[in-house]
């Protein structure tokens, strides 16, 4: 029989996973100006390497403001449909060092795997050809939301850390 924390803890994940997957793929397809709020700040991790860390077709993106810059000027108009995603728990009690996570009955301090499939138009969605795509993201806590004592219009609760997307061929 499952804990308290576990069902916490898929209800949570189940409910922001939907949620961003639902918001992300919206701005992918309306306002390509506002990606760059998707993701955390850039750090460094321990070994050096940088975060966000975003895979574009085996493409490194060195930020999150670079990818927003793709999409706006270098990616012709995109219709991205999600046609599946699964989610998965990866660290039940995650808090990034020196900051404020979320209060523990909310559930919110863990890390998501996302998983998403779909296709994707470039170009005029009616004469484009559809391609499959595959996109994995790693969510995490938006420390900023935790801080907060009050929910904030536009602030997002949850964060892209790591992503990798793929062109299916």
Known sequence: MEGPENVTAIKV??????????????????????????????????????????????????????????????????????????????????????AQGWPAKTGKNMTILVA?????????????KPRAFSESFILVPNTTAAASKQRVKNIKEWLIQTQTFRIVV
């Open 13 to 98: 994940s189940t409910n922001a996973s939907q949620y961003f997957v639902d918001s992300y793929y919206a701005a992918l397809n309306q306002r390509p100006n506002t990606i760059a709020s998707f993701y955390v700040a850039p750090a460094s991790m321990q070994d050096g390497k940088s975060l966000p860390s975003i895979s574009f077709n085996g493409t490194q993106i060195p930020t999150a403001a670079a990818m927003q810059t793709m999409f706006e000027q270098q990616i012709p108009q995109s219709h991205y449909e999600v046609q599946c995603y699964d989610c998965h728990v990866i660290n039940p009690n995650y808090i990034m060092e020196g």
């Open 116 to 128: 998403v499939s779909g296709y994707v138009k470039y170009g005029n969605p009616r004469d484009a």
